[in-house]
C-alpha cells in the first residue's frame, strides 16, 4: 500500500477514534495575532521558530521541521521527515517538505518573496553550533531573540488551553483515586511510582513532563517516604529524595514505605501536552502528629495564596506574604527546605512546559493576569524525618481561581 | 537537625543499602587523562563542563553545577544547589559551593591562579544566551567547541561502564519475561506500556532516557500494535506510531491490540545513566506468516551486523551490506521504513546518551573499536498493516562482540 495515500485516507478518523484533539484553525490564528503584534513591538520581521513546544504551539504539530512566522503574510512550515502527517495535523495552508537546512533561504524567498532583515528565534534554548549555521545561512540579517516574546504570549492560556489542562487534572484524580487501592505496605517508593506512572498512561498520561531547559528535567515518580523526604537534591526543589542512583539522585528510590510515614507523592500529568501538577500526601496508617500539623499549615498557605490569587495581585508579595505566614505558624525554618537550602519560590506557570510564567517567587514583581495557569507548591521538610506538601494548578479566573486539580485535598490514609 | 551533618553521617550509607554505586577515583581519572589528551591535540587550556551526562561522566555527580578542567592541574567542581551532597557522591578533591555565575572568573583565578587563552564548553548544546553570558564573563578569551573531544572520549566505554549497561541489560529481560505474564488481549497499547514502564522501574530502571538533542525526546512506551507498527513520525525512526495527541504523536496510543496482530515492543532500560536498547515482537496467539517472514529477515541481517562486528570493521559498510542483504531477503521495499521515508542507520551508539558514536549508518565511515556499545535494529514496515523488528545492545570486544541484552531473541507469544 502507498503510505501517503494511507495516511491521508486513515490517519486522520484513525487518531479521533483514539481521543486526538487536533488544535483549531481559529486558535492557531488568535495565537499567531498576539504573537504578531509582539514582533512589530520589537520590530522583528519574522520568526523562525525552533523549538519543539513554540513549534506545536503555534503549528498544531510537532512532525520536527522548522515553522517561518512573517510580520505579513502565511506561516510556512517545513517539515524534515513526514510531512504528510504533519498536514494531517496542522490547519495551516503552507506546509511543505525540507531535505536540507541549506535550503531554508530558498525556501523562504520562494514563499515569501524576499528574506527578512530581523529574524527572530528562541535564543533561550538554541544549540550555539546551530547559531552559528543560521548566522551562515543569513549573512546580514540580524538575528534577534524571539524567546521573551513567544514565553509572553504563551502564560495567557486560551479556554481551549484551560480545557486541555483540566483534562490533565483529571487524569490525576483518577489516578490518586486509585493509588489508594494500590499502596501497599512493604512496597518500595519506585514500585508505587512506576504503578502510578502505570495508572496514568492508561488514562492518557503521556508520560514525558516537558522544562524549557538544558539540563533540568522533570519526571513523574517523585515519590518520597520518611527520611527520603528530607534530602535535598540537584533541582530547585525544597527536597529532592533520595533517587536511584548519582546519575538520577532525584524522586522515589529503592527504600521501602514502611507505615505511619508521610509519603510525599508529588504527580504530574499531561494531556496534548498540557500538564497538571499536583501533590498530595499518603500515608500507611495514621502519620505522626507532627507531620499532620505541618501538613495543615502548608494548606493553610495553600489557602492563603488562592485567596490572594486574582488578576493585579503582585507575585512577589504573594510569595513574601506565604514567607511571614509560615514563620508565624512557626516553621520559618523548614518552610520550603531545610536553613540555607530554602528555594525562593512557591509557584511556576505551567503549560506545555513546567517553567513557564508567571512564577509566584523571590524578584518576581509583576502582576497576575486572567488566563495565567500556575501550581502552587507550599512545602515543609524536616531532615532526616521527612516532608509534607500539598500542590494544585490553578488558573486566574475575571476575579480569583479555579482549581484545575480537584481530587481530595485531605491526606490520603489507606 | 543539621542538614550538613545529616548528609556526611548518614546519605552515603542510606545510598549504598538502596542500590547506588559511585563512580571510582581512578575511573574518573583514566577519564579525564583521555579527555586532556584530546583538549591538548586541540589546544585548549581548560575546559568548562556544561551539560549534566558531560559532567556526571567526569564528576561522577550529577548535582546541579560547572565543572573546571584545566589541561594542567586539577578540577574544580562548582555545585550551584547541593555542594554536600556532591562531596558524597565525586571523589573529585575540590568541590565548592556557587552562589552566583558572576563568580565563575574569581572562582577560576582562586583556584588556578589565572583565567586560561582557550576555553572549551560544549557548543552543540549551550543555548545562544548563555553562550553571550560567558563571552561577557570571559573578554578576551577564546571560547572553542569542546563537545567533539568529550563525545569522542565517551564513545569507548570502560569495563565499569560495560557493567553497567549489562545491569540495565539485565533489567529489560527480566521485564521482557515478566510481560509474557501481563499481555492481555483487550489491553490498550499504552496501558501495557506502562505496565512494562512499571516492571523496569520495580527493578531499578531509572524512568528517563537521555538524548544528546534539543528537540529529540526518548521513552519507552514504544509499543505499536498491528497498524500502528505502519505509521511513521516525527523521530528518525522506521516507524513512529500514533501516539497519544498530536503534542507526542509516537509510541503507544489508546489503540486496542487483538489477538495475531505483531505486537513490536522497543523498550530502553536505564541503570546508573547507563542505557540498554532492545526490541522484542510479541503477539497474542500466533502472528501471520508474512510477519514471522519479514521477523526472520530482521533477525537475519541482525546477525549478520554482528558477524560483521570487531575492532576495524567499517560502520558505513556494514550498514550497506545490511541495505543489500534486506533487497535480496525481499524486502528493499519496506526495510528501515516505507518507501520515501527509509531511515539511513541500521544502529547507533549508546551509553549515557541514547545518540552516541558509533552509528552504523550511510555517510558514517570509520571503523568500530574495542569498547565501543551500540545498539543493532534492523525493521521491516508494512504500511497499513504493521512492523516487525529486532534490537540488541552489543559492545566490540578484542575479536567480535558480546550482546548486553541477552534475553530470549525470539517472538514472544503469549
Known sequence: MNYKDWVHGELEGLSMAHGFRYTPREEIEDRLARLRAGMEKKGMEAFLVVQKMDYYYLSGTTQDGLLFVPLDGKPLLMVKREVERARVESPLDDIVSMKSIRDLPSMIRDHWGRLPKTLGIELDVLPVNEYFRYRALFPGIKLM??????????????PFEIDLIKAAGDIGRKVLLEAKEFLKEGMTEIEFGGLLEAS???????????????????YT???????????????????GGLGLSPAFPVGASLKVMGAHEPILVDF???????QADETRMFSIGGMKEKFINAFNACREIHDAVLAETRPGADCEA????????????????????????????????????LNEFPFIAQGQAYPLEEGMTFAVEPKIVFPGEGSVGIENTVVVTKDGCEILTPVEQDIFEV
Request: a positive charge; proline letters at 4%.
Open 145 to 158: 531573540d524571539a524567546s521573551p516574546i513567544i514565553r509572553d504570549i504563551r502564560k495567557i492560556k486560551t
Open 200 to 218: 496514568a498512561k492508561k488514562y492518557g498520561h503521556e508520560g514525558l513532563l516537558r522544562v524549557r531547559s538544558l539540563n533540568y528535567e522533570a
Open 221 to 239: 515518580w517523585h515519590v518520597l517516604s520518611g527520611l527520603s523526604g528530607g534530602i535535598v537534591s540537584q533541582s530547585d526543589s525544597p527536597m
Open 268 to 274: 504530574g500529568t499531561c494531556y496534548h501536552g498540557y
Open 318 to 353: 504573594i510569595f513574601l506574604m506565604t514567607l511571614d505566614l509560615a514563620g508565624k505558624l512557626g516553621y520559618g525554618d523548614s518552610y520550603l527546605g531545610p536553613p540555607g537550602l530554602q528555594t525562593r519560590f512557591v509557584g511556576h506557570g505551567i503549560g506545555l512546559e
